[in-house]
């Protein structure tokens, strides 16, 4: 079963209270999505430290439900 966007994104803004994300599907098949999150919760972080938190707020879902998400993390500017 596949994921919906809106899932996806909630439960990231669940894990990373106040991230901003955007969330769009690569290839129309509800697996493949390419995420963008901006969060402050990312300052001071590694990019594998950012995407670490991301993966840890889908709670298990990556190889699963969700086949694969390409991630774009940065702070706010």
Known sequence: MAMKPGDIEDLIKAGI????????????????????????AF?????????QMVYDALKGS???VLHALALQTSVPE
């Open 17 to 40: 209270p106040g991230a901003r994300v955007v969330i769009r599907d690569l290839a129309g098949d509800g697996d493949h999505y390419a995420a963008e999150v901006v969060a402050e």
């Open 43 to 51: 300052r001071g972080k590694t990019r594998v430290q950012q995407h």
């Open 62 to 64: 990556m190889g699963g």
